[in-house]
């Protein structure tokens, strides 16, 4: 309220509002905001959970009295519902406990059920399909199909966006008594069930809303579907419909025999499920736990949280996503609550106090890293700790809400949650819902349902307190095996072919080991139905045509190793790039509470081999370009230069400034308004001459973080920060800092060096004004298209790896986090790739696969 308010979010590093079309987009995340007081809305139960009672009767005043919902905006439809009319509906269910027991809210006619019956009819256009699918996006005031809509052209959605819908909309039909919100949810829930994939009873990731044809055809129980599951079983507690149970069931049963593999749960293809559609795990999947023990299911959920307890121990949160070998895959955290969420359903079926600590390990690392002084700032990189500009309306929703829960004791609630289902955004539904207004017949009743004979379904009841025993040891007998998978075991997820072979044979050829000079690996691929074609130009290109396979078993290997292929080379790429730093300001008011992410140099001083970083205060240099003498060399002597990009070589602002005696310098984009929130982050290169004459750190900042700093210095005048390739814990009181870095780093270091980046990295030379730069963009990896069972090797003029490097990688458990977020990487390199070598990566494969190799790529380029 103080900094952001009526904005949809709250900027917690600049300290104001996110407006919608104010800031620079971020895509598709910015389709939660519709100036509509997003954070507001959606936190209205939070602080009746939090009992603050007066506190909600203030929000629910400014909701009624200052949202609109009638603006010209597109958003989506699955944010607006599980967060704006989900928590139009959570507000409305407390206030009317509020009101019955007769202390506050005497004065709430329903008013914010009226807003949710309003916005339930601006949702209403986008179902307009012949499937019953609703369209992605809506907008709030023209619907879809009209010129002023911009809207109602796309054709897929994701599966969870379709199919998390039921509890909203039938609590609005069940709350107003009109039916035809229930009835479109349901009709959208039974065209995902008919669309199941019939031999694996799994659902894809991405469907064609009006064909019902599968876009993306892996399945998991991560982005994209996570909801769909939760929302079947829910619908079940909440409706007492018993077909939601039994399709539930039917899903759950295919997810513990494919997707299963404990502790992991991960990716496989709808049509092959024996087969891993990819090698990592992304971070929405930390709701399955808490989701399995309101199935029943205890074990998995013990030892899937402990794995995941086990990765946020190594990197202080949980990172988007990660590798089987729990490697950094995607290194952002935007403070999402489905860890929290579980661990507080664990706690309330087992009574285990060991939750209760890691409640506690969550509590102290927000306030720790991610609190700043404005709010708390998501985590651009869990590796630097370098923070985004960003505070989701789910962190005070959610993350709040079930830490809280997690610590209270029944006295300290004012209502019995226990009367109460979460929604997926953890906003507050009655069960007593399931017997008022049941307007609805049971149209979707479950046809071709068989009984499933599995030990998984000796439960299903949603009552904790009879389920399951109050015996701390039973969780502790589950966690114990498994209580350093992590860091010690180096596991490897296998693959369910690989599985289903058991003690036989091993797959006849690794990608890894390959040979094109080998004339026994080219003799098994040609078994496997790959042939391998020389390409006029020196690359070599792989074709496999799965009938000319020996057999099917051999063409299964041949899928496996085209897959290993893209892994391999897109691991690869990503292990050369430098890693992004850390800008981290330590000077009063801020005491290292804000962490700015920076880009790194390929020259100068190397901050992952100086642990201790550079630290001194901040001055900026005249002239400010940084291109010719310094002319205040007394204010730059023994402090850390700020200099504006451009005019220049990145190389040549250094020496100067270097000769002037700075200790390390930051240049600060010069294109207004850019941000490391919507830019591809990039490394600056050197100047084609030997750098080695430039000793200093040297970083760079886009210029809303480099304004950061320079408002800083105009309020504060002495502004120290410090340049590191990792944040260190702050000193709250600054009174022993240089003791407290010293001993973080010796703490702190481990196995935990990064050294790659989490964004695009882009690696850039400064060149003088007029010149055109010889940087050039690599190929992408995209399907090519040009042989439908065919995947190329291409060049790419992006990345020569060192043949030492790739013939004898590290085993897993010795590597850092090395594995980034997506990345593209401009260098001046220009040279081929000699397949003769041994583990040659190929610079890119490019796949076009029926049914199977197309969603790798996919995959690769998915945004969470």
Same mark, same amino acid.
């Given at each position: 309220q103080e900094h952001a308010y009526p904005a949809d979010e709250l900027m917690p590093l600049t300290c104001r509002g996110r407006v919608r079309g104010q800031e620079p987009s971020r895509g598709d995340v910015d389709d939660a905001l519709g100036k509509f007081s997003l954070t507001l809305i959606d936190t209205l139960d939070t602080l009746v959970v939090l009992n603050k009672t007066k506190e909600f009767e203030e929000a629910v005043k400014k909701v009624i009295?200052?949202?609109?919902?009638?603006?010209?905006? &597109?958003? %989506?439809?699955?944010?607006?519902?599980?967060?704006?009319?989900?928590?139009?509906?959570?507000?409305?269910?407390?206030? *009317?406990?509020?009101?019955?027991?007769?202390?506050?809210?005497?004065?709430?006619n329903g008013e914010l059920l009226h807003m949710a019956k309003e916005l339930g009819y601006k949702l209403l256009p986008a179902f307009n399909t012949t499937s019953g699918l609703p369209y992605p996006r809506v907008n709030l005031k023209f619907g879809v199909r009209h010129p002023e809509a911009r809207t109602g052209t796309e054709t897929d959605t994701c599966t969870a966006c379709a199919g998390t819908l039921i509890l909203e909309f039938a609590a609005l039909s069940r709350f107003t008594g009109t039916s035809i919100f229930e009835e479109y949810a349901r009709k959208a829930l039974d065209f995902i069930w008919e669309k199941r994939q019939r031999s694996s009873n799994l659902v894809g990731v991405t469907i064609n809303i009006h064909t019902g044809d599968w876009v993306r055809k892996d399945s998991g129980v991560g982005a994209g579907i996570d909801s769909y599951y939760e929302y079947l079983l829910k619908a079940y507690v909440l409706l007492g419909d018993d077909s939601f149970l039994e399709r539930f069931n039917t899903h759950y049963d295919a997810i513990m025999r494919y997707i299963s593999q404990p502790p992991l749960l991960l990716d496989v293809h709808i049509h092959k499920p024996m087969l891993n559609a990819r090698t990592w795990m992304d971070s929405l999947l930390a709701f399955f736990p808490g989701l399995q023990v309101l199935k029943g299911d205890i074990r998995p959920a013990i030892e899937t949280h402990e794995m995941l307890y086990q990765v946020i121990k190594k990197h202080n949160f949980l990172p988007e996503a990660f590798t089987t070998d729990f490697r950094v895959h995607w290194a952002q955290h935007p403070l999402r609550p489905e860890f929290a969420? %579980?661990?507080?359903?664990?706690? +309330?079926? =087992?009574?285990?106090?060991?939750?209760?600590? @890691?409640? +506690?390990?969550?509590?102290? !690392?927000? !306030? +720790?890293?991610?609190? @700043?002084?404005?709010?708390?700032?998501?985590?651009?990189? &869990?590796?630097?700790?370098?923070?985004?500009?960003?505070?989701?309306?789910?962190?005070?929703?959610?993350?709040?809400?079930?830490?809280?829960?997690?610590?209270?004791? +029944?006295?300290?609630?004012?209502?019995? *949650?226990?009367?109460?289902?979460?929604?997926?955004?953890?906003?507050?539904?009655?069960?007593?819902? %399931?017997?008022?207004?049941?307007? *609805?017949s049971k149209k979707n009743t479950t046809t071709?349902?068989?009984?499933?004979?599995?030990?998984?379904?000796?439960? =299903?009841?949603?009552?904790?307190?009879?389920?399951?025993? !109050?015996?701390?040891?039973?969780?502790? %007998?589950?966690?114990?095996?498994?209580?350093n998978v992590v860091d010690k075991s180096c596991p490897r997820g296998i693959s369910r072919a690989e599985e289903s072979l058991g003690s036989g044979p091993k797959p006849p050829l690794r990608a890894r080991d390959f040979m094109a000079s080998n004339p026994e690996h080219l003799e098994i691929l040609k078994k496997m139905g790959v042939s391998l074609i020389h390409l006029k130009d020196g690359r070599v290109q792989l074709v496999q045509h799965a009938v000319q396979a020996a057999s099917s078993l051999d063409a299964e290997d041949g899928l496996r190793f085209m897959q290993e292929m893209i892994e391999l080379s897109s691991q690869q790429q990503k292990e050369q790039q430098l890693p992004p730093r850390a800008v981290q *300001?330590?000077?009063?008011?801020?005491?290292?509470? &804000?962490?700015?992410?920076?880009?790194?140099?390929?020259?100068?001083?190397?901050l992952s081999k100086h642990k201790s970083g550079t630290r001194g205060f901040v001055v900026t240099i005249k002239p400010y370009n940084g291109c010719s003498e310094i002319t205040n060399p007394e204010a730059v002597k023994e402090k850390i230069a700020l200099m504006q990009r451009g005019q220049c070589m990145f190389a040549e602002k250094a020496r100067n400034i270097q000769k002037a005696g700075a200790i390390g310098g930051i240049v600060i984009d010069d294109n207004e308004g850019s941000s490391s929130d919507t830019a591809p982050l990039f490394q600056m290169a050197g100047d084609g001459k030997n750098t080695d004459d430039i000793t200093i750190p040297m970083l760079f900042l886009f210029n809303k973080e480099g304004n950061i700093i320079l408002d800083a210095i105009r309020e504060y005048e002495a502004v120290e920060v410090l340049l590191s390739d990792k944040a260190k814990d702050r000193d709250l009181e600054m009174e022993n800092m240089d003791q407290k870095l010293s001993e973080n780093d010796s703490h702190k270091q481990n196995s935990e060096e990064a050294s790659s980046a989490s964004q695009d990295v882009v690696a850039v030379s400064e060149e003088p004004e007029g010149e055109s730069s010889d940087v050039t963009d690599p190929d992408s990896l995209s399907p090519a298209h040009a042989d439908s069972d065919s995947v190329s090797i291409s060049d790419q003029d992006s990345y020569t790896p060192g043949t030492d490097e790739a013939s004898t990688p590290e085993p897993a458990c010795m590597q850092g986090d090395n594995q980034p977020q997506e990345q593209k990487t401009e260098t001046e390199s220009n040279s081929k790739v000699n397949w003769d070598n041994k583990v040659q990566p190929m610079e890119s494969i490019l796949a076009d696969w029926n049914e199977d190799i197309e969603a790798f790529e996919m995959m690769e380029k998915d945004e969470l």
């Open positions: 009295k200052d949202v609109n919902l009638d603006n010209d905006i &597109v958003v %989506s439809v699955f944010e607006t519902n599980i967060r704006v009319l989900g928590g139009l509906l959570g507000g409305h269910s407390v206030a *009317i406990m509020l009101k019955e027991k007769g202390e506050h809210m005497q004065w709430y969420e %579980s661990t507080y359903f664990l706690y +309330k079926a =087992t009574g285990d106090p060991y939750y209760l600590e @890691v409640g +506690k390990t969550l509590i102290e !690392n927000l !306030n +720790k890293y991610a609190r @700043v002084p404005c709010g708390f700032a998501a985590m651009k990189d &869990v590796r630097t700790g370098s923070h985004e500009d960003r505070m989701d309306s789910f962190f005070l929703a959610e993350m709040f809400k079930y830490l809280y829960l997690l610590f209270a004791d +029944k006295e300290d609630m004012i209502f019995d *949650i226990e009367d109460y289902i979460f929604t997926t955004e953890a906003h507050l539904l009655p069960l007593w819902l %399931s017997t008022t207004n049941q307007t *609805i071709e349902y068989t009984e499933l004979d599995d030990s998984n379904f000796d439960w =299903t009841c949603p009552n904790t307190q009879i389920l399951f025993p !109050n015996d701390p040891m039973f969780a502790q %007998s589950i966690r114990e095996p498994l209580k *300001i330590v000077s009063h008011p801020f005491f290292g509470r &804000v962490v700015l992410t920076a880009g790194p140099a390929q020259f100068g001083m190397d």
